[in-house]
């Protein structure tokens, strides 16, 4: 990998023979495990400036239509977030010169507040070609982290690291665009922005590109690209779906005062399907509707694997945005795709047959991926995926993608394979979990939408298939061998503080948890991550070894979940030792008010919240009183302490028994986890004041944004 220093540029073809197609990577890290900020890409023509508004990509726009742009969405680290970008470069635009990632923070916050600020750009096999790491960070919240852009022939890339104290409507401002951010200044103040503004052309249709504020040149082999912005960008976290209005600007000097007018949408209309089914017509329950993927019927593991393999792929092909949604994480181009099952490759004296084949034309050129497929919680074999990684490699194929019911975790990879390093073709090695299939679809149906009637009812029958007890797709659902015999110590006071087992329980744990964030996610329409904190420079092996410590000395599982638009971290707490789960946020109270109205105002938001509710008041250095709900809801003042202490805010607790076996049965843990957080959302949290929403409840016309925790496939 090359490192690069601020303003230093390098080829693409230097470092690697197949950097047609990669994908750039931001990341950033926070001890608080709170931190977050938003990509951006423009493509830039040879002026430096956007040729429309399509051009600009952003959580309102994130794909591009011939696929030289995919925002693949956040994906979690173990010390923060990772943001990740597939980049097609043999798919852009001749007229297109330059490509320009930036992030953006919004409500107030400083990427100074940030740590490890980087970008990494890999090929198409995973492998790390570059990084650009960012350690001035400040007052800033907008960076340009780095662009790609053209030298002939050749893509390069320059480390840009330049940054912006008024968020992305001062970047915009510095590139020649004015920008009207009395919206802006509304959302700030908690109202609802119908439209933001900006100014543009005098047909009211799109904006005036703007001039380019020159620099002089930069010692370099090659002048520093000069500061340039998109002509039409939004202000920071505008919701998701909401148009752009553009203000008419006359061009002599008698013009007309600016009026405001409806612009160009960044997305296309798109179909979904409603939340509550028709009204059936059947004449009693017993009638079952004909599916077009019957699962009822499969009973051996292998008739379910190659009835899942076959229908997944099957409506990848057919539905474009699915099929690119769950392909462009892997490298691959926007094109047509094709996939099959049953593929016999020669392999030494026996020919191997891979579950799937999928493959994308595109200008003539063809992207291969293998697919090992296991259902009903069967472990990937190592002996198998290698074999499959030799055959791609020989063949010239491109990925070799692994799909079951794990979860792949950083740093604890599922299967173990060795790669030939003298072999100039590579081959990357990703893992989808099903629970990662069943939430794009869920995403792609109920809140962004698809192109037509039929692709919404196609991915709908694939959910239905996922989601059938017989289909063996359910995603992780046990917690393994180490489980009983950890909670067993625990209970008995035997486990030893460096007792293997312990580790093997807080994988699992973890795997959990990104499960939960995903199937919350794909309900909510939101995204949901989760929070893991741990020191700087903290590895994978090593927090996990401090939080079996943790689980052996005080027999708790603690993790945490942050959902776009709730008021804090959702932490979740399995007490092996009583045998309870505890579902909890804390709710801070803002500067300057009154204890006793903060306590009023609780109780009113929380009416419909259930009565076995725990309220604890927090007090700078100590807890504060503490109660019920139906305690404290006729005398809020009980929650006030009595001694006048400054209150910092309230915890809000639920407590649940906790399943006791390792599966996903109704007494199993994993159901119990599920049920914990669902009731604790849809009571609790779903009642409080929302936090600066990162996306909102579009009207019928208007597309939202991706938004969703991913688990997003990881190289393993």
Known sequence: MRELSKGANVGLAELSADAGSVIASLSWSSNAGDGDADVSVLLLDANGKVRSDADFFYYNNPAADDGSVHLLGKTPTDSGSEDRISLDLTAVPADVERLVVAASRYGGSRFGELDDLRMTVADRAGEVLLGFSI??????????????????????????????????????????????????????????????????????????????????????????????????????????????????????????????????????????????????????????SARLFPAPSLKSDKEREVRATSVLLSVMAQVPEFGRRLTAAFGAPAGRMETFTEVSLPHGDTPKRPDGVIRVERAGKLWTALVETKTNGNGLKSEQVQNYMDIAARRGYEAVITLSNDVALEGSPLVDVKTDGRRKHKVALWHLSWAEVTHQAHMLIRHEGVGNAAHAWLLQELLHYLQHENSGCHGFQNMGASWVPVRNGIDTETLGQDDPRAVEVVESWERLIRQVCLRLGGQLGQKALPVQRAPRGTTPQSRRAALAAQLCEEGRLTAGLRVDGSPGVITITADLRTGKLRTSVEIPVPEGAYPLTSAKRLMRQLAEAPADLHVETLIEGHSGPRGTLERLRPEPGDMLPKDGSRIAGFRLSLFKGMGGSRGNAESGFIRSVDDAVDRFHAHVVAHLPQAERRTARRSPEQVSAPAAASDAPVPV
């Not at 600016?258 to 017993?286: H, M």
């Open 135 to 288: 350690g001035d960070a400040g007052v800033e919240s907008a960076f340009i982290f780095g662009e790609l852009y053209r030298r002939g022939t050749e893509w390069k890339y320059r480390a840009i690291g330049q940054g912006y104290e008024t968020g992305l409507a001062g970047l915009a401002t510095d590139f020649g665009i004015d920008v009207d951010d009395e919206g802006e200044h509304e959302e700030e103040s908690g109202e609802q922005s119908g439209e933001q503004h900006l100014e543009g052309g005098a047909d009211g249709g799109t904006a005036n590109a703007p001039e380019l504020v020159e620099r002089p040149p930069s010692p370099a082999d090659e002048p520093l690209a000069p500061a340039s912005a998109p002509h039409a960008v939004p202000p920071p976290r505008r919701p998701a779906g909401e148009a752009v209005a553009v203000a008419d600007r006359g061009t002599g000097p008698a013009a007309a005062p600016p009026r405001r007018t409806r612009g160009p949408r960044t997305a296309k209309k798109k179909v979904t399907l409603p939340a509550v089914a028709k009204k059936t017509l059947a004449e009693n329950d017993t009638w079952r």
